[in-house]
Structure formats: structure tokens, C-alpha cells
């Protein structure tokens, strides 16, 4: 492995991080709408799943305890 300078180090960095694109405001406001959509998405679905396989279980148990 090479070995890189302190000096030639941080010049790569300042070099790569010219590179970067940084989002637009809205850019930044609509991902973040879309995260709070999906999350409450699959939070909903999540609960109505538990639901569901909460009822199926106690159907099952009160069959098995002829309830």
C-alpha cells in the first residue's frame, strides 16, 4: 500500500469533495415527504398485519379450548 502525505492527503479530500451534488431545497423537502408517506404506509400495514394474525391466533385458541 502507498503511503500518502498529510499534505497530498487532504488535497484528495478537498478533490473529492468538490465532486459532491448537493439536493436542492425542495429536493430535500420532497424526499423527506415521501419518507414520512412510506413510513406511515407500512406502519398502517404493519399494524392491520398484526391485527389480523392477532385475531387468527385467538380464533385458534379458542377453538383448542372449545370456547
Known amino acids: 500500500m502507498a ?3 498529510p499534505g497530498e492527503f ?8 468538490s ?10 423537502m420532497v424526499t423527506a ?3 414520512v408517506i412510506m413510513t406511515t404506509l407500512l406502519g ?3 399494524f392491520a398485519t398484526d391485527t389480523f ?4 391466533v385467538r ?7 372449545g370456547r
Do not use: D, H, Y
Not at 465532486?19 to 430535500?28: A, F, L, N, S
Not at 394474525?53 to 387468527?56: E, I, L, M, S
Open 10 to 17: 487532504v488535497r484528495q479530500v478537498r478533490q473529492e469533495a
Open 59 to 65: 380464533m385458534l385458541l379458542s377453538l383448542a379450548t
Open 19 to 28: 465532486k459532491i451534488v448537493w439536493p436542492t431545497g425542495r429536493e430535500t
Open 53 to 56: 394474525f392477532g385475531w387468527v
Open 44 to 46: 398502517l400495514f404493519f
Open 3 to 5: 503511503k500518502t502525505s
Open 33 to 35: 415527504i415521501m419518507v
